[in-house]
C-alpha cells in the first residue's frame, strides 16, 4: 500500500509504498466484524499471507487506563475521544506501520471512523473529529458491515445478554431506559456511517445475514488487492495451454 494519511502524517511516519494490506472490517457493535476477522484471517493465511490484527484498545499504552475510566463513568466526551486517539496512534506508530512495512496485512477490527462516529455521537463537530484522526492511514480497503438495528440488538442481547451502557449512550442521558437509549444512540452512529460511506469509500455489506454468505462476499472484494494472486484467493485458475512435447511421451498439462 501507499503510504497516504488523512491529513499530516506521524512524526517519522516512512514515506513512499509499505509492502503490507491494510483491511479494515467496520461496523456496529453486533454486525458480526470480529466473527469476520476471524473467518478472513484464516482465510488469508492458508493462502500463505501473514496477517497481524488489531483493534480497540489494544495499545499497550493507554488501554487499560480506558477501561478504567469506562467503569468508573467519570470523564466526559472529549476527554474519552483523546484516551481513545492516543490507543489508536501508540498501535499505529508501534504496530499497524512496522507490520504493514515489513509485509504482512493487517486487519483491523474497527478503525478511526468508529472513533469519529462516536466522538460526533457524543457532541464533536465532524471537523474536529476529522482533524483529530488526521494522521490515520488511508487502508487499502473498508468493507462496512451493514445490520438493521431490531438485529443489532438481539445479537447484543444473545451475546452478552445485556445491553452494554457505552453502546446503549447511557452516558449522553438520552432517555432513562436503556433500550430506547440504544435505539437513539446506534441512529446517531448509524447517521455518521451513511454520511462517512462515500467520503472514506466504503464497500457496504448487507450484515443482516449469517456468517457464511457475508464472507462469500468478503473474500470477493479482499481477492483484488492481492493481484495475480487473487487467483488463490477465490477464483477459479484457468489452466495454461499444454507445453510442445519434446519426447513422445505425453506432456502433462500446467497447473
Not at 15 to 26: A, C, D, F, N
Request: aromatic letters at 10%; charged letters at 25%.
Amino acid at each position: 500500500m501507499v503510504s497516504r494519511t488523512y491529513g499530516t502524517p506521524l512524526p517519522g511516519m516512512p514515506k513512499g509504498r509499505l509492502s503490507g494490506k491494510l483491511i479494515v472490517i467496520e461496523g456496529a457493535d453486533g454486525s458480526g466484524r470480529t466473527t469476520e476477522v476471524g473467518l478472513l484471517r484464516e482465510w488469508l493465511e492458508v493462502q500463505g499471507h501473514p496477517v497481524v490484527d488489531t483493534g480497540l484498545r489494544r495499545s499497550t499504552l493507554v488501554s487499560e487506563e480506558i477501561d478504567r475510566a469506562k467503569q468508573g463513568n467519570t470523564l466526559g466526551a472529549t476527554t474519552m475521544a483523546l484516551f481513545y486517539a492516543v490507543d489508536f496512534a501508540d498501535q499505529l506508530e508501534n504496530k499497524i506501520i512496522p507490520a504493514l512495512a515489513a509485509g504482512s496485512t493487517v486487519l483491523a477490527d474497527r478503525y478511526i471512523y468508529t472513533l469519529m462516529a462516536r466522538a460526533v455521537a457524543r457532541g464533536a463537530s465532524r471537523e474536529w473529529a476529522q482533524e483529530l484522526y488526521e494522521f490515520a492511514l488511508v487502508p487499502d480497503l473498508v468493507i462496512f458491515l451493514d445490520a438493521r438495528m431490531d438485529i443489532l440488538l438481539h445479537r447484543s442481547i444473545m451475546k452478552y445478554g445485556s445491553l452494554d451502557y457505552w453502546e446503549s449512550g447511557m452516558d449522553l442521558c438520552l432517555s432513562p431506559d436503556r433500550f430506547d437509549s440504544y435505539f437513539l444512540y446506534q441512529g446517531r452512529l448509524k447517521k455518521e456511517f451513511d454520511w462517512m460511506a462515500q467520503p472514506y469509500g466504503f464497500q457496504t455489506l448487507d450484515a443482516n445475514r449469517t456468517p457464511a454468505p457475508v464472507h462469500t462476499d468478503v473474500k470477493r472484494i479482499v481477492a483484488p488487492l492481492y493481484g495475480k494472486n487473487g487467483g488463490r484467493l477465490g477464483r477459479r485458475r484457468v489452466p495454461r495451454e499444454p507445453p510442445e512435447p519434446t519426447d513422445p511421451a505425453p506432456s502433462a498439462a500446467a497447473g
